[in-house]
């Protein structure tokens, strides 16, 4: 993984102290709070409903067990006992007080960490697949990319105060584990003669890759499908692509309003084709002036911090999975739900779900982390990957170990074997900590996994993705939820819109709002109805989603107004 050089410690140090500055003269009265603001949200500070929150940057999801324990440690000591993880692959701190904000950002710095542009009109944590690196599908390493756009963007003058914050997510695998169709720019990788490594290849000397493209994705009150406008971009020119997008939108984004300020609405009213062309017009100008290509001395810098682990030569395991899956029921199904083929025999991909029955989606505590982090630095080559389903991963586990890490996992309470399945549930904090919320996430989220905890019958109704927001902001990305819930609130009181179909993946679609929304103690049963239509209703083999797009919203929506 990347380490930082001594420009990158000295960056973040240096704005440490700058803003340990700005915090004393917040707490002397010498700034006021509408002074202080734009100061701290440069830092990733937030004034939530009852507290401050501090969101610490994660680069595309990657973290050391050292960098884990550090953020247990900060949990510990600063805030109270847990972490928060985020659909931007981030942690946040929903408790800090002011005054200890510097000392946790000191703390982070010393582990090769830091809060900048988490907030703010800037672009933004650059995530990508979690299992970067890992999968057996993908043509590349995306955090090879995603690093070299967070060096590049990195307090880039540019585009420090863009219109409207700005997303870039990237993927280097057929299937889209980083929603990359719902960002205002997402990054395919493909392989120049359009093939697929093989299952086994790891090497770091793979073919020539290019880039396709997409922009004005997003969620939100006006949510959008990203479209491709770059084709085959090549390694060198990919910045300067990049950068004739900002440039666009930094000339026609509104500024004025702050609801039509993002990408998205840009693209939308002047045509995905006068994008492309604008943006083409900008490249060839850059590219003229010669000053911005990517050297590839610079890539194989970068591209040798994430070489792959010294993998063992062995063979695939399967025969001894198969003998302690017979030997305990628990370890068979995390096995069939949580653990992911690897591109390496003998490996496997372990996600640990952080949402156990009746839990708060995301959270996770001190001591589970400082586990997570002890597992990573024993079993998985001290990687842990955050993924933007909320859901942590030890990306590069030997098979032989799966059982011992399940073990390990089961008696910390992280061992919910359900990743993908409908306990699995994407929320935002909602109005139980944030102050632009309608309505709360956490409980209904709690009340769906409880309705749906029995695991025979997780497996029964297979794939199903709940995601659930507080608020039309969509942090908990329900635009793209195969069962979207989204809180609104009604003269003051808290009511629930459910929208169907949606998907993040390379298949990506926006959920339609099934009809009238529903009270916070219905929503369980309304998703029940929706559940039950589905299973009378699919084809052999079919998933929800599978099943929706065949047959439309409308068998649904009768089956669910008939019953409430």
Known sequence: MYRYDEFDQKVVEERVEQFRGQVARRLSGELSEDEFKPLRLMNGL?????????RVAIPYGTLSSRQMRALAHIARKYDRGYGHFTTRQNLQYNWPKLADVPKILADLATVEMHCIQ???NCIRNVTADHFAGASADEVDDPRIWSEIIRQWSTFHPEFSYLPRKFKIAVTAAPKDRAAIK???????????????????????????????????????RTPMIGHCIGEGIAPADLLAYLEAVMRVYNLYGRRDNIYKARIKILVHQIGAAEMKRQVEAEFAEI???????????????????????????????AALLTKQKASSKGFAAWVDTNVSRHKVPGYAIATISLKPIGGVPGDASAEQMEIVADLAD???????????????????????????????????GLATANAGLISDIIACPGLDYCDLANARSINVA????????????QNTIGELKIKISGCINACGHHHVGHIGVLGVDKKGVEYYQITL?????????????????????DVADAVETIVGTYLNLRGNGERFLDTYRRVGIQPFREKLYAAH
């Open 46 to 54: 937030y004034l939530q409903l009852h507290a401050y929150m501090l």
């Open 118 to 120: 988490t907030s703010g």
């Open 182 to 220: 719902v960002h205002d720019i997402g990054i395919i990788i493909r392989r120049k003669d359009d093939g697929a490594l093989g299952p086994g290849s790891h090497t770091s000397s793979l073919p020539g890759v290019n880039f396709d493209v997409y922009v004005g994705g997003g969620q939100g």
């Open 287 to 317: 590219k003229q002036q010669g000053a911005l290509e990517l050297p590839k001395e610079e890539i194989e810098r970068i591209r040798r911090y994430f070489a792959p682990p010294a993998f063992e030569d062995i063979a695939d395991e």
């Open 378 to 412: 024993r079993l998985s080559f001290d990687e842990i990957r955050v993924s933007h389903e909320q859901n942590l991963v030890l990306p590069h586990v030997r098979q032989r170990d799966l059982f011992e890490i399940w073990q390990t996992l089961d008696k910390a």
């Open 446 to 457: 709690q009340a769906l996994s409880k309705r749906f905890a029995d695991l025979e019958r």
């Open 501 to 521: 179909g949606g998907s993040g993946d390379e298949t990506a679609s926006l959920g339609e709002i099934i009809g009238p929304a529903f009270g916070e103690h």
